[in-house]
Each structure stands twice: as C-alpha cells, then as structure tokens.
Nanobody, 127 residues
Framework: QVQLVESGGGLVQPGGSLRLSCAAS????????IGWFRQAPGKEREGISC?????????FYANSVKGRFTISRDNAKNTVYLQMNSLKPEDTAVYYC???????????????????WGQGTQVTVSS
C-alpha cells in the first residue's frame, strides 16, 4: 500500500524556520516526483514546490516561496524535505506532499492529478 506521511509542522515566529518531511512507503521516491502543496483557510490549494525524479533532478519553486524554501530528497530514507526559512504569516497553511510521475507546472504553480497524497501537516507562523 502506497502511503505518504508529512511531519515537521508547528508554530513558529515570523522569520523562523521549519523543515517538513514527506516519508514514503510502498513507493520508491527515487523514481517519483514529489510536489509540496499548501492550503490556507478559505483559499485554494497552492502548489509551491516540486522535485523531479532522481534521474532528472530538477526542482521548481513558486514565486511566493522562491529564495526562502528549499526542496531536497534523501533516497536512503525514501524521504523528501522542504526546508522553509524566513517564514511569514502568509505561509500559514496545511502543507501536503503528493507523488507524481513528473513535476507538472501551470501558470507558475505546481499542479497534479495524482491521488497519492499525505495527510497534511499544519504550519502556523505567528508572533
């Protein structure tokens, strides 16, 4: 059974950092692209970052997080990370990861038709 599990969310002050993890079971992330998405209350889901398969190695960031967030993978741990620095209150959202065959982009954002999602982890940026 394929499963993605996010962790690492929490409450952080503006300007702080968090590292989110997306751990996979039943799926070799070496051959999968992983996208990070977030959804704030009352807002649409936003695809903010994606890392392609290990063979490709490409990464992508939405303008809203470019320069502050870094996506990476650890194939030995079958885990993808999202390092989030210089966090802002507008980064507050539930963050999800999703697996796909490749990074799909539309109008500057990551999109996916995958049905392989994690359960989400809450990130709250507040003083």
């Amino acid at each position: 059974q394929v499963q993605l599990v996010e962790s690492g969310g929490g409450l952080v002050q503006p300007g702080g950092s968090l590292r989110l993890s997306c751990a996979a079971s039943g799926l070799d992330l070496d051959y999968s692209a992983i996208g990070w998405f977030r959804q704030a209350p009352g807002k649409e889901r936003e695809g903010i970052s994606c890392i392609a398969t290990s063979r490709d190695g490409s990464t992508f960031y939405a303008n809203s997080v470019k320069g502050r967030f870094t996506i990476s993978r650890d194939n030995a741990k079958n885990t993808v990370y999202l390092q989030m620095n210089s966090l802002k209150p507008e980064d507050t959202a539930v963050y999800y990861c999703a697996a796909d065959a490749l990074c799909r982009l539309r109008r500057g954002l990551v999109v996916t038709t995958s049905d392989i999602w994690g359960q989400g982890t809450q990130v709250t940026v507040s003083s």
